[in-house]
């Protein structure tokens, strides 16, 4: 394991937390997949950190290095091999209501209108028609969706698709957001705005995040951490803080600090996919 | 079959050939299917003096019209209905199930598909003998063909339909820790619907044929019937007038369960 | 699929293997059969209407022994072998005039789809007007069946070539006939094939099916003759045979089709 690129003095923890009993707690997380050929493949070995409540944290690492499959264990989806999750102390043993996932792939229904999508989950919790599709309202209000409420999905844009997903997440109310890669199908300019509107419902909401993605500004722009994981078998390779002020801005992303924190996460990065490359050297006759 | 159905499928998407095409108004294809069947039409027509064996098209239609003015088509009309009516819900109703069960488990697929597939080329019919020694002639043994017949294709679109429910829309549903009986309501089935109707409508028209071929063997009344004994006394009119509905009930069939599956698809 | 909290995907696999699913499948199969000659034996099924599978198997053994089986087995598989053929033919030629006139096959498209789902079958009386009691109706009508998949398959097939491929033989200098076989033929292979393999199967089930109802030979009409003459094990003999025919053509032609899709893909 690499030093720990930047330490953290006197991070701001909850107030009333002090000892970190709070939030999400990896502790040597590791993930083994069985294939179907009998074979396995170990996604990842290691993996432990402390995502404290209310923080918005990045992943980011090589493709292929168990970003997704890390998620899909603290959603509850999949036990880890070795290891534990734990929730506000409690282990993590399926999926919770005060969790919201936001998929790597498209997971729209596309027989559904984007009301009713977006309703989904309360639809699910037993919710009446009337108050889920109220609340559903308001959050597609939110998202800026107005006036496609009655759309189904294969009428909306890809980016607008990806809006629907993050409704759905935050329509419940979560304290745990995971949102693995939501604007990977964005183009920049979108990529940015849509990035900007999820930090203003933060903003509001205070939410713990688990934020995946492969664009290091982006990463460094959202977050009050930046973990960059190791190829697979992964582990944490270093944990950035971000001390850019709040909220931020246009403006954040031209100052200096900005632009050494990026580096600093790039530096990384280059060197973890340096080391798969030649991994895969090695391999090669 | 299925190889047929995605090939078709993919017939609208697939990149056509790289010459330009020549260019051809938006009435030009509708108009020139249209003229087929009126070409077959003509080609009935000229057909008809040239051999005794052949009535012209408009007796063939006076007489079908005759048949449900005078009523002697009904009786056989209301026997193949309840035949293909009954048997093919039964078999829907049996394979949809099984079907599904098939589908959502990886053990039962890897058990059973083989099974079922392996069958694929046997001729059903040849089980209807064994349904007339077990039910006797009559309405039971031809529902029982056409229910078989019915069985398979609804079984393997099911089965193929719910395993291909996307893996995401599943994750969703488990994340949002749904019951089992929810995800299969309102994930599962909702997703898999279109292919599971392709399946039905093949049945359908699998059923169909089969109940007629099981009334051209042996029945008390149909459609089938009526086609063998008027051919017997060389009433050649009254044949063609049923082979002509016959097959204008088949179309209408396979027409009505297309449009539902264009529907679920659509929507 | 399961509603379960967390999926055992990536546990520990449980040390207790199941049996494998191959024994799980065979052994059903052999336990149906031993369940039904256990029925038919202790009386639980009239014989009138069911004999015990082991006397099916001893009737068709002395079947094939006897005469006249080997003129049903040729006068069926030649049926099936000239339908096959001509539908074959007529249709890897019809798809490709599709595809050379796409307005041609756009027009026919949707016939020959619903043609499919049509009893054609029903015009036999008309064929048997035309063309007499003997094998050719009954080839007519199963050539129909084979030809529309193999059509509708050469035709999809050639139309999902990419388009660069035909660029790509031009920029070579490919003769007419090189790009043809050397790089369209190939390229559309994958479909074509599937449509073949289902073609014969038409062409098997369409022969049976109709020598069942208007043949005085063939292993189809004899099911019916046996069934008409109250012959219930030479009946069950014929259907086994029958059967086990179908269930080993259609494994063999699976068998070729996924060899064939290996090799071009
Ligand atoms: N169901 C599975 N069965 C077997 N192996 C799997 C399965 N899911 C993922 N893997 C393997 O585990 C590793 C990690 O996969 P994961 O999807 O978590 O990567 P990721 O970091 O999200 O990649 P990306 O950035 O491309 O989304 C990969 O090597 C992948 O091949
Ligand atoms: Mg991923």
Same mark, same amino acid.
């Given at each position: 394991m690499l030093p720990t690129a930047s330490s953290a003095p006197g991070q701001p923890e909850t107030a009333g937390d002090r000892d970190g009993r709070l939030g999400v707690r990896l502790a040597d997380v590791g993930v083994v997949y069985d294939t179907k050929d009998g074979d396995s493949v170990e996604a990842v070995r290691s993996a432990s950190g402390h995502i404290a409540d209310g923080r918005f944290v990045s992943l980011i690492g090589p493709s292929g290095c168990g970003k997704s499959t890390l998620l899909d264990v603290v959603g509850g989806l999949l036990a880890p091999r070795s290891g534990t999750v734990t929730i506000d102390g409690e282990p993590v043993t399926g999926p919770r209501r005060d969790t919201a996932m936001v998929f790597q792939e498209d997971s729209t229904l596309h027989w559904r209108t984007v009301l009713s999508n977006v309703a989904f989950g309360l639809e699910i919790a037993g919710v009446g028609r009337k108050q889920r599709e109220a609340a559903a309202g308001d959050i597609v209000? @939110?998202?800026g969706l107005t006036g496609f409420e009655h759309r189904h999905p294969r009428? @909306?844009?890809?980016?607008?698709k990806q809006r629907v997903a993050i409704a759905r997440a935050l329509v419940a109310d979560p304290r745990i957001l995971l949102m693995d890669e939501p604007f990977g199908a964005l183009d920049q300019q979108t990529r940015m705005f849509m990035g900007r509107e999820l930090l203003r419902v933060w903003d509001e909401t205070r939410k713990s995040v688990v934020f995946v993605t492969h664009d290091i500004q982006e990463a460094v722009y959202l977050s009050d951490e930046v973990w960059v994981m190791s190829a697979r078998p992964s582990e944490f390779t270093a944990k950035v803080v971000v001390d850019l002020d709040r909220p931020r801005g246009p403006g954040t992303m031209s100052s200096r600090r900005f632009h050494d924190l990026t580096s600093q996460v790039w530096e990384v990065l280059r060197v973890e996919s340096e080391k798969a490359l030649d991994a895969q050297r090695e391999l090669e006759p | 079959m299925t190889t047929t159905e995605t090939a078709v499928a993919a017939a609208d998407t697939a990149p056509r050939d790289t010459r330009q095409p020549r260019r051809r108004r938006p009435w030009q294809l509708p108009a020139a299917r249209l003229a087929v069947p009126l070409l077959a039409l003509l080609a009935w027509q000229l057909i008809d003096p040239v051999t005794d064996l052949v009535p012209a098209p408009a007796d063939t239609i006076r007489e079908l019209y005759s048949g449900f003015v005078d009523g002697w088509i009904y009786e056989g009309l209301r026997a193949t209905a309840s035949a293909v009516g009954t048997g093919f819900v039964l078999g829907t109703v049996v394979a949809f199930p099984l079907g599904y069960l098939m589908g959502s488990s990886k053990t039962l697929t890897a058990i059973f598909e083989p099974l079922v597939a392996g069958t694929f080329a046997v001729p059903r019919v040849i089980l209807y003998p064994i349904l007339l020694a077990v039910f006797g002639v009559g309405l039971e043994a031809e529902s029982a063909m056409v229910?078989?017949?019915a069985f398979f294709p609804i079984l393997m679109s099911t089965a193929a339909a719910v395993r291909n429910v996307s893996p995401s829309l599943l994750k969703l549903g488990r994340s949002l820790s749904a019951r089992p009986l929810q995800i299969a309501r309102k994930i599962v089935i909702p997703d898999a619907a279109p292919s599971i109707m392709v399946g039905i409508r093949i049945g359908f028209s699998i059923a169909f044929i089969a109940a007629i071929i099981a009334e051209l063997f042996a029945a008390k009344d149909g459609l089938g019937l009526l086609i063998s004994q008027s051919y017997a006394v060389l009433d050649l009119p009254r044949m063609y007038a049923v082979v002509l509905l016959v097959m204008l009930a088949a179309f209408a069939g396979n027409l009505l369960l297309w449009w539902a599956e264009r529907r679920l698809r659509k929507a | 699929m399961s509603g379960s909290a967390v999926t055992a995907t990536a546990r520990a696999p449980s040390r207790r293997r199941p049996p494998p699913v191959a024994t799980v499948r065979w052994g059903l199969v052999i336990g149906s059969v031993l369940l039904l000659e256990a029925a038919a034996r202790i009386g639980m099924i009239d014989p009138l209407i069911m004999p015990p599978p082991s006397t099916m198997v001893v009737r068709l053994g002395e079947i +094939?022994?006897?005469?006249?089986?080997?003129?049903?087995?040729?006068?069926?598989?030649?049926?099936?072998?000239?339908?096959?053929?001509?539908? *074959? +033919?007529g249709g890897l030629l019809i798809g490709i005039l599709f595809w050379r006139l796409p307005f041609v096959g756009a027009t026919f498209e949707p016939y020959l789809v619903s043609l499919y789902s049509m009893p054609t079958l029903v015009f036999y009386p008309i064929l048997l *007007?035309?063309?007499?009691?003997?094998? *050719?109706?009954?080839? +007519?009508? *199963?050539?129909?069946?084979?030809?529309?998949?193999?059509?509708?398959n050469t035709m999809v097939g050639l139309n999902s070539i990419s388009p660069t491929l035909p660029k790509l033989a031009r920029s070579l200098n490919c003769s007419r006939t090189q790009t043809y076989l050397k790089v369209l033929a190939p390229a559309a292979t994958p479909l074509v094939v599937p449509g073949l393999v289902l073609g014969f199967i038409y062409a098997m089930i369409g022969v049976i099916a109709m020598e069942f109802i208007l043949a005085s030979e063939g292993l189809g009409f004899r099911i019916g003759y046996t069934y008409r003459a109250f012959e219930m094990q030479?009946?069950?003999?014929?259907?086994v045979f029958v059967f086990v025919i179908a269930v080993a053509a259609n494994v063999a032609l699976n068998a070729i089709e996924r060899r064939v899709r290996r090799d071009m893909e």
């Amino acid at each position: 394991m690499l030093p720990t690129a930047s330490s953290a003095p006197g991070q701001p923890e909850t107030a009333g937390d002090r000892d970190g009993r709070l939030g999400v707690r990896l502790a040597d997380v590791g993930v083994v997949y069985d294939t179907k050929d009998g074979d396995s493949v170990e996604a990842v070995r290691s993996a432990s950190g402390h995502i404290a409540d209310g923080r918005f944290v990045s992943l980011i690492g090589p493709s292929g290095c168990g970003k997704s499959t890390l998620l899909d264990v603290v959603g509850g989806l999949l036990a880890p091999r070795s290891g534990t999750v734990t929730i506000d102390g409690e282990p993590v043993t399926g999926p919770r209501r005060d969790t919201a996932m936001v998929f790597q792939e498209d997971s729209t229904l596309h027989w559904r209108t984007v009301l009713s999508n977006v309703a989904f989950g309360l639809e699910i919790a037993g919710v009446g028609r009337k108050q889920r599709e109220a609340a559903a309202g308001d959050i597609v209000a @939110l998202v800026g969706l107005t006036g496609f409420e009655h759309r189904h999905p294969r009428e @909306l844009s890809g980016g607008m698709k990806q809006r629907v997903a993050i409704a759905r997440a935050l329509v419940a109310d979560p304290r745990i957001l995971l949102m693995d890669e939501p604007f990977g199908a964005l183009d920049q300019q979108t990529r940015m705005f849509m990035g900007r509107e999820l930090l203003r419902v933060w903003d509001e909401t205070r939410k713990s995040v688990v934020f995946v993605t492969h664009d290091i500004q982006e990463a460094v722009y959202l977050s009050d951490e930046v973990w960059v994981m190791s190829a697979r078998p992964s582990e944490f390779t270093a944990k950035v803080v971000v001390d850019l002020d709040r909220p931020r801005g246009p403006g954040t992303m031209s100052s200096r600090r900005f632009h050494d924190l990026t580096s600093q996460v790039w530096e990384v990065l280059r060197v973890e996919s340096e080391k798969a490359l030649d991994a895969q050297r090695e391999l090669e006759p | 079959m299925t190889t047929t159905e995605t090939a078709v499928a993919a017939a609208d998407t697939a990149p056509r050939d790289t010459r330009q095409p020549r260019r051809r108004r938006p009435w030009q294809l509708p108009a020139a299917r249209l003229a087929v069947p009126l070409l077959a039409l003509l080609a009935w027509q000229l057909i008809d003096p040239v051999t005794d064996l052949v009535p012209a098209p408009a007796d063939t239609i006076r007489e079908l019209y005759s048949g449900f003015v005078d009523g002697w088509i009904y009786e056989g009309l209301r026997a193949t209905a309840s035949a293909v009516g009954t048997g093919f819900v039964l078999g829907t109703v049996v394979a949809f199930p099984l079907g599904y069960l098939m589908g959502s488990s990886k053990t039962l697929t890897a058990i059973f598909e083989p099974l079922v597939a392996g069958t694929f080329a046997v001729p059903r019919v040849i089980l209807y003998p064994i349904l007339l020694a077990v039910f006797g002639v009559g309405l039971e043994a031809e529902s029982a063909m056409v229910a078989i017949s019915a069985f398979f294709p609804i079984l393997m679109s099911t089965a193929a339909a719910v395993r291909n429910v996307s893996p995401s829309l599943l994750k969703l549903g488990r994340s949002l820790s749904a019951r089992p009986l929810q995800i299969a309501r309102k994930i599962v089935i909702p997703d898999a619907a279109p292919s599971i109707m392709v399946g039905i409508r093949i049945g359908f028209s699998i059923a169909f044929i089969a109940a007629i071929i099981a009334e051209l063997f042996a029945a008390k009344d149909g459609l089938g019937l009526l086609i063998s004994q008027s051919y017997a006394v060389l009433d050649l009119p009254r044949m063609y007038a049923v082979v002509l509905l016959v097959m204008l009930a088949a179309f209408a069939g396979n027409l009505l369960l297309w449009w539902a599956e264009r529907r679920l698809r659509k929507a | 699929m399961s509603g379960s909290a967390v999926t055992a995907t990536a546990r520990a696999p449980s040390r207790r293997r199941p049996p494998p699913v191959a024994t799980v499948r065979w052994g059903l199969v052999i336990g149906s059969v031993l369940l039904l000659e256990a029925a038919a034996r202790i009386g639980m099924i009239d014989p009138l209407i069911m004999p015990p599978p082991s006397t099916m198997v001893v009737r068709l053994g002395e079947i +094939v022994a006897g005469g006249g089986f080997l003129t049903d087995l040729t006068t069926t598989a030649a049926a099936v072998l000239s339908a096959f053929g001509l539908g *074959a +033919v007529g249709g890897l030629l019809i798809g490709i005039l599709f595809w050379r006139l796409p307005f041609v096959g756009a027009t026919f498209e949707p016939y020959l789809v619903s043609l499919y789902s049509m009893p054609t079958l029903v015009f036999y009386p008309i064929l048997l *007007a035309l063309l007499g009691l003997g094998p *050719a109706p009954i080839i +007519v009508i *199963a050539t129909t069946m084979a030809m529309i998949p193999v059509a509708l398959n050469t035709m999809v097939g050639l139309n999902s070539i990419s388009p660069t491929l035909p660029k790509l033989a031009r920029s070579l200098n490919c003769s007419r006939t090189q790009t043809y076989l050397k790089v369209l033929a190939p390229a559309a292979t994958p479909l074509v094939v599937p449509g073949l393999v289902l073609g014969f199967i038409y062409a098997m089930i369409g022969v049976i099916a109709m020598e069942f109802i208007l043949a005085s030979e063939g292993l189809g009409f004899r099911i019916g003759y046996t069934y008409r003459a109250f012959e219930m094990q030479d009946m069950y003999a014929y259907i086994v045979f029958v059967f086990v025919i179908a269930v080993a053509a259609n494994v063999a032609l699976n068998a070729i089709e996924r060899r064939v899709r290996r090799d071009m893909e």
